[in-house]
């Protein structure tokens, strides 16, 4: 055997062992995250109502501290923040479903009358039905929801069943918000006394840097969901659609899930004005919705997620779609800040400028700027433009 021969027989047996060794890692991995998901599927009446109270936390926690700092015991500042926010919350909801109840006869008349020049359309059309036909047709319609009334009946008894586990879930996640507002400092050191002694310090700053990650994209986030939501209400206002004020709301509230919240929610928009005023007043707000979700992509999330929560499209829509996936809505909705604090968590473990860092320094109510320098980014040029004149003065001297 020549020189040649006995390193390619060297070679293989080397392949092999490099194959078997990440194919087991790979499938070690791979069950691991498919007994995380399942456990939590399992746990979804917990899971979800505890990551809505995360999130409600990030975005009230910055309120409850300021009025602790101003001399405010924490126990009221907590009910003061709470109170006020389910006031806002209920007066919003109060008067979005007002609006929806005077819009609603409204919406009716012009529902009718569409469904008229539709029917007149089917007659004097290229079809040419006739009243025998049409109303045929309609007796098929009534006949199909008369043989599947039971299914009908079943998930009627399943939507009811739907909302008392929403009414649980909110139980449980005001209640659990309730503590991570007067508490949440005192929960997190007790989860990580889980951690080591000789890393625990690194974990405590990366899940203060995560949860300001977490702070900086629901702020950033409810601010593009009210620019979403004046720009479509705006809209609709001005083609005179019915029921602008509810639907608007609903744009706000789909614009919590990235990407594709709001473009399914506009998308009623359109059907609304579809439907109610017709294909040119449908195609305006079509218009407007595109012209909306191009100012959220290049301009607004950019610009108000910035570097500490900044993630690739790519990213978020795999995240969102495992989202669906996994928990439906509420998954999709907790997908993307789940992979906002696990990135900014991650950077930090990654740094070395972190190894320094005590964790009372972070402050998680303000962004946090961490992670290793990403080559040609602008953090590796400012500290090119830190370095050179050290150098400079390290020569002359």
Known sequence: MTGTETEIGNRVPRLLRVTAALSWRFVAVVAALYVVFQVVGFLATIVIPTGVALLLAALLSPAVSQLTRAGMPRGLSTGVVLVGGIAVVGGVLTFVITEFSKGLPQLQEQVS???DTIRGWLKDGP????????????????????????????GALTTAATVGELLTGFILALFTLIFFLHDGDGIWKFLIRIVPRDVRGRADVAGRRGFSSLVSYVRATALVAVVDAVGVGIGLWIVDVPLVVPLSALVFLGAFIPIVGAVITGAVAVLVALV??????ALIILAVLIGVMQLESHVLQPLLLGRAVKLHPLAVVLAITAGLVVSGISGALLSVPLLAVLNSGIRSLLSESDRAVEPRQVDVHEP???????TGGERVEDTDQQEEPNSEHSGNK
């Open 127 to 154: 079809l040419h039905l006739s009243d025998l036909q049409l109303q045929q047709y309609l007796d098929r319609v009534v006949e199909t929801v008369k043989e599947n009334q039971s299914e009908i009946t079943s």
């Open 368 to 374: 946090q700027e961490s992670g290793p320098l990403d």
């Open 113 to 115: 009358a569409s469904l």
């Open 276 to 281: 109610a005023n017709g294909p040119l007043e």
